[in-house]
T-cell receptor, first 109, second 115 residues
Framework: GENVEQHPSTLSVQEGDSAVIKCTYS??????FPWYKQELGKRPQLIID?????GEKKDQRIAVTLNKTAKHFSLHITETQPEDSAVYFC????????FGTGTSLTVIP | EAQVTQNPRYLITVTGKKLTVTCSQN?????MSWYRQDPGLGLRQIYY???????DKGDVPEGYKVSRKEKRNFPLILESPSPNQTSLYFC??????????????FGQGTRLTVV
């Protein structure tokens, strides 16, 4: 099955700086790569996703890049704000969803 | 409103007392799954279902059962709960057919404590 690895497990940045979270996957059949944000005490919610036929996708301050050859994809958050503090999960998908272990992002005001 | 609903939100129970956590979705999704979330371990899949009467084990199925008799419902059953099943549980659903994947929607979560 799929194996998704996510790094780093924790990340602290100053407000206004950029944050980057990276994931690797093993199943070449994976074709959909979502990123979820989980605020404290809440459910994970989709913030951005990318399909395997696209190399990059951007939504305001959030972007995701995909390198199919290297089997890795990354989440980029620019101009970070305190409300970006949360746990972020990546996922690879083949015949089911496989989640990374999560990155706890803290944005320091 | 499109949603995934889990019940109960919080549950404290004793070792060995059978319990069921319900999950229902109103989006006509084929794919449903259960996860447990423990600190440092992320979201680990317990069971998933590709459609009615089709279920399969995830990464951590021991001690759990599921059923999918209707498309909208996917209950998680703990026949004899043990303290190591104390965790935060999430149900999720998505409009997924084979290798065609779309967003997974999560329920609110169930905080289970087994004493």
């Amino acid at each position: 099955g799929e194996n998704v690895e996510q790094h780093p497990s924790t990340l602290s940045v100053q407000e206004g700086d950029s944050a980057v979270i990276k994931c690797t996957y093993s199943d070449s059949a994976s074709n959909y790569f979502p990123w979820y944000k989980q605020e404290l005490g809440k459910r994970p919610q989709l913030i951005i996703d990318i399909r395997s036929n696209v190399g990059e996708k951007k939504d305001q301050r959030i972007a995701v890049t995909l390198n199919k050859t290297a089997k890795h994809f990354s989440l980029h958050i620019t101009e970070t704000q305190p409300e970006d503090s949360a746990v972020y999960f990546c996922a690879g998908t083949g015949n089911q969803f496989y989640f990374g272990t999560g990155t706890s992002l803290t944005v320091i005001p | 409103e499109a949603q995934v609903t889990q019940n109960p939100r919080y549950l404290i129970t004793v070792t060995g007392k059978k319990l069921t956590v319900t999950c229902s979705q109103n989006m006509n999704h084929e794919y449903m799954s259960w996860y447990r979330q423990d600190p440092g371990l992320g979201l680990r899949q317990i069971y998933y279902s590709m459609n009615v009467e089709v279920t399969d084990k995830g990464d951590v199925p021991e001690g759990y059962k599921v059923s999918r008799k209707e498309k909208r419902n996917f209950p998680l059953i703990l026949e004899s709960p043990s303290p190591n099943q104390t965790s935060l549980y999430f149900c999720a659903s998505s409009l997924k057919t084979g290798y065609i994947n779309t967003e997974a929607f999560f329920g609110q979560g169930t905080r289970l404590t087994v004493v």
